[in-house]
């Protein structure tokens, strides 16, 4: 697929400008103020990073770095909240057993969490010559389908792939479905948001609608924004890196099928998904954004705070949903079982 070699041959480019990060876990529950928001408990566990005003309920009008007293990100003024559902280990005997997570490469002693891109400009545009433009307060989206479970469903999401770790470092090749073997190193889900925003509206009911994907190619090909969605933002990537690792010991299914299931009862991987709410202080995500900066290399040049890995790892949230997700479970929480297909499939 002619992106993923694109996405490969932008970070192989040293000076392209693209601002990475790690935030360290804030909390494992379920809640999900976005797409289900005062539900308690949400129906399925994610995984949360980002500022500790994180909540079942979060109005759109809330001031999350007033409200917030840290941020798991490195970035000391990004109070946004960042997170995606988790994994679980199905055994043969059709226990569940929830998967670790670690933290990405240069962030190994991070607890957790993932790593947070905001890729500024196109490849062929490596100087931060164009304008990328910062998200708002209130501003939040979603990416992805939680009821898909084939490869059609999964196509009009054009960047949502895991890659299946023979190192800690491989980046490539990226598939669409769960891995179909075992990964030596761990699991790594890569969920690229849309980059095209309507310039108006901060949500919108599906959560998607505002944004959209270049009308051709990519944001990494450069493609063009639609009339629909003229505004360029940054392309917000997550890296998630599952330790798969101490399954690769226990049964495997004997048909070759994968055993992880996300939380949600996904057992095919098509049904991949983020969610994404805006909270940087005041104009600090733009200042970082019109700076052409790489990486850890030069980012801080920009004038952005920054802090270090062990406060990022302090700052942590009490769960508000008491419940046993890590033990071995004879359900997901909220009572998911593993689905291989639809029902009529
Ligand atoms: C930041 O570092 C990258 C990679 O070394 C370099 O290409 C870029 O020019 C630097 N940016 C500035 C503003 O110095
Ligand atoms: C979450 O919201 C509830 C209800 O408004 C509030 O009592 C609680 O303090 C909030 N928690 C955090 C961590 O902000
Ligand atoms: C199911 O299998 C797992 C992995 O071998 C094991 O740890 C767990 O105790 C088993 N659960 C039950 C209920 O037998």
Same mark, same amino acid.
């Given at each position: ?7 490969? #041959?932008?970070? /192989? +480019?040293?000076?392209?400008? $693209? ?7 804030? !909390? =494992? ?121 084939? #490869?059609?469903? /999964? +196509?009009?999401?054009?960047? $949502? ?7 800690? !470092? =491989? ?175």
């Amino acid at each position: 697929m002619q992106w993923t070699t694109l996405f490969t #041959l932008a970070l /192989a +480019a040293p000076s392209s400008a $693209l601002v990475r990060f790690h935030c360290s876990q804030l !909390v =494992t529950e379920r809640l999900d103020p976005l797409v289900q928001p005062g539900e308690v408990p949400s129906t399925h566990v994610h995984q949360i990073v980002g500022g500790n005003a994180f909540n079942a309920t979060m109005d759109p009008k809330m001031d999350m770095p007033g409200e917030s007293t840290c941020t798991s990100c490195q970035f000391s003024d990004d109070f946004s909240n960042y997170w995606t559902a988790v994994l679980y280990f199905r055994a043969q005997n059709g226990s569940y057993k929830r998967v670790p997570q670690l933290g990405n490469n240069q962030f190994r002693t991070a607890n957790g969490g993932l790593t947070v891109y905001y890729m500024q400009d196109a490849i062929y545009d490596q100087q931060q010559l164009s304008k990328v433009t910062a998200f708002q307060p209130g501003f939040r989206m979603f990416i992805g389908d939680v009821n898909a479970r084939s #490869l059609e469903e /999964a +196509a009009r999401f054009r960047q $949502l792939t895991y890659t299946c770790l023979d190192t800690f !470092v =491989t980046r490539s090749p990226e598939t669409i479905a769960f891995p179909n073997r075992k990964c030596k190193e761990g699991i790594m889900t890569s969920l690229r948001f849309p980059t095209c925003w309507d310039g108006k509206n901060l949500d919108s009911p599906n959560h998607m609608d505002h944004m959209s994907y270049p009308e051709t190619g990519t944001f990494e090909s450069g493609g063009p924004c639609p009339a629909t969605h003229p505004v360029r933002t940054a392309q917000v990537m997550f890296e998630v890196v599952w330790d798969t690792k101490p399954f690769n010991d226990l049964e495997w299914p004997a048909d070759g099928s994968n055993p992880f299931v996300w939380s949600f009862g996904d057992a095919t991987g098509y049904a991949n998904h983020a969610d994404y709410v805006f909270g940087w202080k005041d104009d600090s995500l733009q200042q970082i954004l019109d700076y052409p900066c790489h990486f850890m290399t030069n980012c801080s040049e920009s004038g952005a705070k920054m802090q270090s890995v062990e406060a990022m790892n302090k700052c942590t949230q009490q769960v508000m949903v008491e419940e046993d997700i890590d033990s071995w479970l004879p359900a997901l929480p909220g009572g998911y079982q593993a689905e291989y297909a639809h029902p009529s499939m």
